[in-house]
């Protein structure tokens, strides 16, 4: 099996999340690792928008990208929430959030990695779409999909 960049985006944001603590992690330093979390999520996120999901069209079900694509911008707003929740002193609600994206985050990847990146492991394309996703940035105030078409 190749390690593609996808897949280490995966175990890397899956280490940030698991270190992300609310009993022992102060204010400050969840919000810095959370803003990490995130950036590290938003890049991933357009890397596969553009580039690995169009080329997956044709090895799974539109429901399954569909699903993903909501899964996307649910997990960016989950960070935000949980930000949120932080800031106003709600520690209990800010944990229950954390333990949803952690759970969330797991079954995602799980997912990606069975149905997406290992067709296009099997039809040799993931190191093309890799080379392809390592060349761009992430553009400025991008969104995820599913973000853009409902909230602007």
């Keep these: 099996m190749v390690r593609s960049i996808f897949s280490s985006d995966h175990h890397e944001m899956a280490q940030i ?3 992300i ?3 022992t992690q102060d204010r ?3 919000r ?3 803003g990490k979390l995130k950036r590290k999520m938003l890049l ?3 890397r596969e928008e553009t580039f690995v999901f169009p080329s997956s069209v044709a090895l799974v079900q539109h429901a399954l990208i569909l699903g993903l694509l909501t899964e996307h911008a649910g997990m960016i ?3 935000d929430r949980i930000l949120s929740y932080l800031e106003s002193g709600d520690i209990e609600r ?3 959030r954390l333990a949803g994206l952690n759970r969330l985050l797991l ?3 799980e997912r990606e990695e069975r149905e997406i990146y290992s067709g296009l492991e099997e039809s040799g394309t993931i190191l093309a779409i890799e080379g392809k996703a390592r060349m761009k940035r992430l553009p400025k105030d991008w969104k995820c999909a599913i973000a853009a078409k409902y909230h602007g």
């Design 17 to 19: 999340l698991s270190k």
């Design 44 to 46: 991933h996120f357009f």
């Design 94 to 96: 800010a944990e229950d």
């Design 32 to 34: 810095v690792d959370l």
């Design 77 to 79: 707003r989950m960070i």
């Design 107 to 109: 079954v995602h990847f």
């Design 21 to 23: 603590s609310v009993a």
């Design 28 to 30: 400050d330093r969840m």
